[in-house]
């Protein structure tokens, strides 16, 4: 498995797309529709950047972020995207979930702090 980096996001509130998933043995073109899929994506107005991990068991998870629900939602309407998540749903995964959230609060171990400033 490859290290992917950690996206570097502005303040918030943006959003994270968590998807959680169980893989079908085998690529069967697995791995170069992810590629066109993050490529894809990143062209997109909004769009703040994506983490992703796999075990050897067949479980990962990808996160991605949003500047906001307005570019999540052109996001999942685009053509290309719906069409890999069929081909998802009939070829590569056994399960999988997809959790939408708002980012309140971020911070990590480079010291910055992304806290909403207090409320007077």
């Not at 070829?91 to 959230?101: I, K, N, S």
Request: glycine letters at 10%; zero cysteines; charged letters at 30%.
């Amino acid at each position: 498995m490859s290290a992917t980096p950690l996206v570097r996001t502005p303040e918030p509130p943006y959003y994270a797309v968590i998807f959680s998933s169980r893989r079908t043995a085998g690529d069967r073109g697995y791995a170069e529709m992810s590629a066109r899929m993050v490529d894809l994506g990143s062209r997109y107005e909004g769009f703040l950047g994506i983490e992703s991990a796999r075990g050897a068991d067949g479980v990962g998870i990808t996160v991605s972020y949003w500047r906001d629900e307005a570019a999540l939602l052109a996001w999942k309407r685009d053509e290309a995207h719906r069409h890999a998540q069929r081909a998802g749903r009939d070829t590569w995964y056994e399960e999988y979930e997809v959790r939408v959230a708002r980012v309140e609060r971020a911070y990590g171990s480079s010291g910055t702090s992304h806290a909403p400033p207090p409320k007077s």
